[in-house]
C-alpha cells in the first residue's frame, strides 16, 4: 500500500519519476488494483517539435496517426498529451515484452509537467518493477543514442527475474454491502443505515470518519473511512450487513477498500478538498466519487441524489440499477429512470414516498415523523433520509423496519454526534454542526433559520481546515454571513495543515465581509466562541457552531450548563412557532 519515490533516476531538468503508488483495491483508474505512476516530464515537454518527433519514429510510433502522435510545441497542452501518449506506449511496450497484454490508462498530474501511468496489478513486486522500468525507460528514450528496442528487451529481462511477489488483498464480501460517497452527509447516512439495519433485527458493522463499529459499539475509533476501515468491518464475526464510508482521501491513496457492493450510494459532489492528491476541480471530484458505482453487482442498486447534477450524471456509468431521489417527485430524470424499470424516492405532500414503476407513489411516512430532517427544515437531511431509505429498501430490509428505524433515529450527541445536535439552554436555541465548506454551511444556517423564532437573532460561529483553496475559504465566510446576523470565527489551531492561521482567519473574516457582515470576531477555540456566543445573544436567539475540533468539550460546556438536548416532539414544536413568522 501507499507509494513512494523510485530511487536512482537523473536530473529533475530531465525527467523523472516523482510517486509508484499500490492501489490495493478498486480506484479512480479500474474496477480492480492498480499501479499508480506519476512522472516529471519537463524534459519531454521541453523538447522541440522535430526532435519530439523523430523520438517518437523511434520508438515505433512513425506508422501511427500523424494527428493523434504530433507533438505539438514545447510546453503547450497538445505536447502534455502527446508526452501521456509516449508514457502509455512505453508501459504498454515494456509490459507486452514479459509476455503481459496490459491495460493503461494515461492522464494528467497534480503539476503541470507531471503525467500519470496507471495500470492493473497482480503480483506487487512485479507490478512494482515494471513502474520502476518505465519510468527509467521514459527517461532513457529522451537520449536517443540507444535503441529504443534494445532498451525495452533489456527491461523485459530483468523483469522475467523478478518475484512475483504477495496477491491483492481486496476482500470480496459474501455479506451484502452499502458503500456510501459524497461530500456532505456521509456519515449521517451511514449511521442512519446502520441504524435501520439494527431496526430490522440484524448485525451490522459499519465504517466512519468516528470510527469502526458493530451494532452501536465501537470496535477502533478513529477516521476509518477508507481501505483499512472497510476491511476493519468486514473482519467482525457474525455481522450480516456493512456499510462503509468511502472517502474522497481513501480511494485516491489506497482504492475502495471492497472488489464490489450491493448498493452504492452517492450523497452530493460541492467544493471541498480541491487541489489534493491532483484533484483540481468539483468534476474530477465527482469523477473520483462516481468509483463506487462503477462496482456496483449488476443485479444492485446505484442510489444518486438527482438533484445534484454530477451525482445524476453518474448513472451513465454505474453498473447496479438506479434509484434516485430528489426533492422534486417531477424530477425529468426520475420520470426517465421510471420508464427504464428504476426506482425512486422523493418528497411528495410532505412524505417521503418511495416511486416504483407503473405503480402510484406509496408512501412510507411523514417528514415530520423523521427525526432526521428536524421536522422537514433541513434538506440536507431530507436527502440523507431518502438516500438511507432507498438503500435500506434496495439491500431488501423490510419496509416496516425501516419506516421504524427512521422514526427512532434522532440527532443527539450519542447517535449522530456534531451533526445538528441540538440544545435549549436560558431561552436560546444551540445547534453544533460539522459544517466544513459551503454546502454544510448553507444547510446549517438554512436549520438556525428555520428554528429562529420571530424578533430572534441567528449567531453562528465557523471556521474550517486550512488545506482548503481560497476559493473554498471565501465561499464559506460568504454562506456563513449571508445565513446569519453575527457571524464569528473560531480559531482551529490543530487544523492548519501548513496553512499560516492569520492568513486562514483572514480569508474566511474576508468573505463574511462581502457576505455584509462588519467586525466579524476571531475567537481562541470553539469553546470561548460558544462561551461568548451564549453571553452575548438574548433569549430568543439561536446560536449555530461548527464543531470540527473540540465536539466533546463543547458538549461538556452545554451540560455543565444544564442545557436540555431537544426532543424531536420538541424540535416539531419549534418549527412551527418559527413558522408563525
Known amino acids: 500500500m501507499g507509494g513512494g519515490k523510485v530511487p536512482g533516476m537523473p536530473r529533475r531538468d530531465v525527467s523523472e519519476p516523482v510517486e509508484l503508488r499500490v492501489l490495493d483495491g478498486p480506484n479512480l483508474y479500474f474496477t480492480r ?31 501511427a496517426s500523424p494527428v493523434s502522435y504530433r507533438p505539438g510545441p514545447p510546453r503547450s497542452e497538445a505536447r502534455r498529451r502527446f508526452v501521456r501518449r509516449i508514457a502509455s506506449h512505453v508501459t504498454k511496450r515494456v509490459a507486452e515484452e514479459t509476455g503481459t497484454s496490459l491495460a493503461v490508462r494515461a492522464r494528467p498530474g497534480s503539476e503541470p509537467d507531471h503525467v500519470v501511468v496507471a495500470y ?33 528487451r533489456e527491461a523485459g529481462i530483468r523483469l522475467r527475474d523478478v518475484e512475483p511477489g504477495p496477491i491483492p488483498v481486496v476482500p470480496d464480501p459474501a455479506i451484502p454491502v452499502i458503500a456510501v460517497t ?16 439494527r431496526a430490522a433485527g440484524r448485525t451490522v458493522a459499519y465504517s466512519s470518519t468516528d470510527g469502526v463499529y458493530v451494532g452501536d459499539r465501537l470496535v477502533e475509533a478513529g477516521d476509518y473511512s477508507g481501505f483499512g476501515g472497510a476491511a476493519r468491518a468486514l473482519a467482525q464475526p457474525g455481522v450480516d450487513v456493512a456499510v462503509l464510508e468511502t472517502a474522497r482521501g481513501g480511494m485516491l491513496l489506497r482504492g475502495i477498500g471492497t472488489l464490489h457492493n450491493d448498493v ?47 451525482v445524476l450524471a453518474m448513472r451513465r456509468i454505474a453498473r447496479g440499477r438506479p434509484w434516485l431521489f430528489s ?32 405503480r402510484d407513489p406509496h408512501r412510507l411516512l411523514l417528514l415530520e415523523d423523521v427525526p432526521v430532517t428536524l421536522a422537514g427544515i433541513s434538506r440536507n437531511n431530507v436527502q440523507n433520509a431518502m438516500a438511507a431509505a432507498s438503500a435500506a429498501l434496495a439491500v431488501g430490509l423490510p419496509e416496516r423496519a ?38 454544510g454551511m448553507r444547510g446549517m444556517t438554512e436549520v438556525l ?26 465561499d464559506l465566510g460568504y454562506t456563513a454571513a449571508r445565513g446569519s446576523d453575527h457571524p464569528s470565527i473560531a480559531e482551529l489551531p490543530r487544523y492548519l495543515r501548513g496553512r499560516d492561521p492569520q492568513d486562514l482567519y483572514e480569508r474566511l473574516r474576508a468573505g463574511a465581509e462581502d457576505g455584509g457582515a462588519k467586525d466579524v470576531p476571531v475567537l481562541p477555540d470553539e469553546v470561548h ?53
Not at 449521517?188 to 435501520?196: I, M, S
Request: hydrophobic share 40%; net charge positive; glycine share 10%.
Open 33 to 63: 488494483p492498480a499501479i499508480k505512476l506519476t512522472l516529471a516530464v519537463p524534459g519531454w515537454l521541453g523538447l522541440s517539435e522535430g526532435r519530439a518527433a523523430a523520438l517518437a519514429a523511434r520508438m515505433g510510433l512513425s506508422d
Open 402 to 439: 425501516v419506516v421504524r428505524g427512521l422514526k427512532s433515529f434522532v440527532l443527539d450527541e450519542v447517535s449522530n454526534p456534531g451533526r445538528a445536535n441540538l440544545y435549549e439552554l436560558d431561552g436560546r436555541i444551540v445547534v453544533i454542526d460539522y459544517a466544513h465548506n459551503e454546502a
Open 529 to 581: 466562541a460558544l462561551t461568548w456566543m451564549l453571553d452575548e445573544s438574548r433569549p430568543g436567539d439561536v446560536i449555530g457552531i461548527t464543531a470540527l475540533g473540540q465536539r466533546r468539550e463543547l458538549f461538556a460546556l452545554l451540560r455543565g450548563r444544564d442545557a436540555a438536548q431537544v426532543t424531536p416532539s420538541r424540535v416539531r414544536a419549534l418549527v412551527r412557532r418559527a413558522r408563525r413568522t
Open 120 to 152: 492493473p496489478w497482480q503480483h506487487r513486486t512485479a507490478a512494482e518493477a515494471l513502474g520502476q522500468e518505465v519510468a527509467a525507460l521514459v527517461t532513457n528514450a529522451l537520449d536517443g543514442r540507444r535503441s529504443f528496442s534494445r532498451l525495452v
Open 449 to 474: 433559520r428555520g428554528l429562529c423564532r420571530p424578533g430572534g437573532e441567528v449567531w453562528l460561529s465557523f471556521c474550517t481546515a486550512g488545506d482548503r483553496t481560497n476559493q473554498i475559504l471565501h
Open 327 to 358: 426533492l422534486d417527485p417531477d424530477h425529468p430524470a426520475i420520470r426517465t429512470v421510471l420508464g427504464e424499470g428504476g426506482r425512486a424516492t422523493s418528497v411528495i405532500d410532505g412524505a417521503l414516498s418511495v416511486l416504483l414503476p407503473g
Open 264 to 310: 452504492a450510494v452517492v450523497t452530493n459532489v460541492s467544493a471541498d478538498h480541491l487541489d489534493l492528491h491532483g484533484i483540481r476541480t468539483v468534476d474530477q471530484l465527482a469523477e473520483v466519487k462516481s468509483s463506487v458505482t462503477r462496482i456496483t453487482r449488476p443485479g444492485g442498486w446505484d442510489v444518486l441524489n438527482a438533484d445534484d447534477p454530477r
Open 182 to 197: 459524497g461530500t456532505n452527509g456521509k456519515t449521517t447516512t451511514v449511521r442512519l443505515l446502520a441504524h435501520l439495519v
